[in-house]
């Protein structure tokens, strides 16, 4: 039956938009805007008691890892569809590896953290 | 008496004669309640006789006379010349197909895909006639009636960019019509369609645009055919994946 | 499964252009729709970094800080916010479309589910934002 690897990256392509329809734009507002602009107070002390618990390492990485593999999928098929069609393998190889190099680097930096 | 007129810009190609299409241009009288199909069928009766295109129903249930009409796929037959004033109006073969004369396209490849698709009921064992018919309930109806309005007029593949990039793509009517099947409680033909819908150039290659169901002149909603044909497809796939002792290949 | 036609001598075979998508607006839309997902990659390396940043120190943290309220930074990311936003409604949308959910034999309307979604979406933001209010 899996003579393609095709719905394994949808599967993961849609659960990293859910993931990023629900969670990415409060976290942006908070952490990419309220928190710089000083709107609502994070010292660096806040932030890595919060980054030490394990259940919050498993939501950040849930958060930060999965819409990885949705700008994968998109990505992908935005360049084929751009014209680079032809280079369809190649672009996955490409896509979907820097997710999975992305996975590595946040599960080592959360763990780390 | 002067009579007011709209100008065509109407695609003319023949093998031989031509190399690619180009563009002519004629002037039509205006009517009020005249539609493009009318313009060219009076180009082809008073002015240029050999101007090719296909129509028959001219009420939009044949899906014969699909054409670019200033770059969007339509019915001609339900494409008015009042929507389109001052003009002129451009009228060009379905995109995305290969053009066989003037306005005239191969429809080969859809039909093929057709075909493969197998859009017909499949039963394990056909019911005697004496067993009586298959009843179904108004749900059960529902549950696949919107996608058996197709007309097969491809208007859709015109509008599908992915399509025009990758001709092996299974494509809308295609799907929306294999899902037609698959929903309808009569039929237990699933496992037979389901691997056109899962191969990589069957519902995959879809990045859900969406310009096809824009574009149907039916209301099928292909898109949302590919969509759940696309689920219905990767939870097969998981379930193989994560059980593969599984029973039946592939279940509604 | 799908071989190719060979192609027939006489026929004109058309090409689609490269610009195919800024033809129609539904096209520009769909374009804009998943280049959302670029704006949402590097929201999300930036707050990876912010992860990191948070374990090297007070003056690593106050400089990255620095850095994200310059105007540059805070323009991207009013950017990027309107393009997760997008993608948050085009997404609950498509799944009105893409889930058909079947209660007994009744199917209910596309319009709840997408409202379903939405009213998730509202709730989680909400006591998330909550949550950050409160601990600051």
Known sequence: MARTTEPLWWLLFSVGGVVAAILV???????ALAVPLGWIPMSQASMAALVAHPLVKL?????IALPLYHWAHRFRFVLEDLGL???RTLLAVLCYGAAIVGTVVTAWVLLAA | ????TITLEVTRYAAGQDREPRLESFTVP????????????YIKDQVDGSLSFRWSCRMGVCGSCGMMVNGVPRLTCAAFLRDHRPGPIRVEPLANFPVIRDL????????DKLR?????IIRDAERPVAEGEYRQSPAQLDAFKQFSMCINCVLCYAACPVYGIEPLFLGPAATALAHRYNMDSRDEGYRFRAPVIADSVGVWECTFIGECS????KGVDPAAAIQRSKLASATDWARSVLMPWGGRGGDR | MAAPTPPRPGLYYPKLPATWWLKRPGYVRFMLREITSVFIAIFLVVLLVQIRRAGQGPEAWAALLGTLASPGWIVFHVVALAFAIYHSITWFQATGVVQVVRLGERTLPAALVVGGAFAGWIVASAVILAFFVARG
Request: hydrophobic share 50%.
């Open chain 1, 85 to 87: 069609h032809g280079l």
């Open chain 2, 1 to 4: 008496m002067s009579r007011e």
């Open chain 1, 25 to 31: 734009p409060v976290h942006l507002f908070v952490h």
């Open chain 2, 214 to 217: 824009v574009v149907c002149p």
């Open chain 2, 30 to 41: 205006y009517q009020e309640d005249w539609v493009v199909l009318d313009a060219l069928n």
């Open chain 2, 104 to 111: 005239v396209i191969s429809m080969d490849d859809f039909m």
């Open chain 2, 116 to 120: 493969r698709v197998k859009p017909w």
């Open chain 1, 59 to 63: 939501y950040l990485f849930v958060l």
